[in-house]
């Protein structure tokens, strides 16, 4: 019989766990380096100073990938600590080979479902900003339920910011694109900083394959809200 909690805690994931090859370079660092790098998923609050070892700007990245971006952006701004989730092993992987690598300190890394982690281990008013870059489009129709950009979790998120925080997503699917715009415009306690969409921030590279679908003329838009 389902526990009526574990019940009214149940969320339509968005992201399914395919069973995508792990190289042997992947496993051994997420077996050798997520110890180091990694935090544990925990139904309690984590004190963010203490897990980097400092008082800065925190930043938290949803979904960052093969961690490419992720990296180059907390090497740039040390002056930052980057909290990032991701639930594939490989990318997870990949993002702890790229720290070690380029010694770079200011990233944790957390493997597992956002949703979980924002609900129970990230405290309200302790983000300065997030990063949501390329989440899964869902593009087909009946999948759209999937999408992660949904007003019950942006209510959420926005309740983890700082005051001016802000939320940052970046899509190549237009129809995406406008449904996260309707849906930050929406929340009462978020603002524009532009008139719809932004220009790239400097901050944020360009992967290869964005600048491959530049050049076959696809369309990439980013969002920038600010939380009021």
């Excluded at 990949?94 to 281990?121: F, P, S, W, Y």
């Excluded at 406008?178 to 849906?183: D, F, G, K, N």
């Excluded at 076959?216 to 980013?222: A, I, K, P, R, S």
Aim: charged fraction near 25%; glycine fraction near 6%; hydrophobic fraction near 40%.
């Amino acid at each position: 019989m389902t526990n009526p909690s574990e019940l009214k805690n149940r969320h339509i994931r968005s992201f399914v766990l395919r069973q995508g090859r792990v190289s042997p370079a992947q496993q051994r660092a997420c077996d050798t380096l997520l110890p180091r790098f990694g935090i544990p998923y925990s139904t309690q609050p984590l004190d963010l100073n203490q897990a980097f070892g400092r008082d800065a700007p925190k930043i938290l990245e949803i979904g960052f990938g093969m961690g490419e971006s992720t990296a180059t952006i907390a090497l740039a701004h040390p002056e930052n600590d980057y909290l990032a989730l991701e639930v594939h092993t490989p990318g997870v992987g990949n993002l702890l080979k790229l720290t070690d690598a380029q010694q770079i300190g200011n990233i944790r890394i957390i493997r597992h479902d956002a949703v979980e982690v924002l609900r129970d281990m990230i405290g309200e008013a302790t983000l300065d900003g997030v990063h949501i870059f390329f989440p899964d489009p869902w593009h087909k129709a009946r999948h759209n339920k999937r999408r992660l950009i949904q007003a019950p979790f942006i209510a959420q998120l926005v309740q983890k910011l700082k005051p001016s925080g802000y939320i940052h997503v970046a899509t190549d699917w237009q129809d995406y694109a406008e449904q996260i715009l309707a849906v930050l415009s929406a929340e009462p306690l978020l603002e524009n900083t532009v008139a719809d969409y932004a220009p790239r921030p400097a901050y944020r590279p360009l992967t290869k394959f964005e600048q491959r679908g530049l050049k076959l003329g696809h369309g990439v838009w980013d969002l920038v809200f600010r939380r009021k």
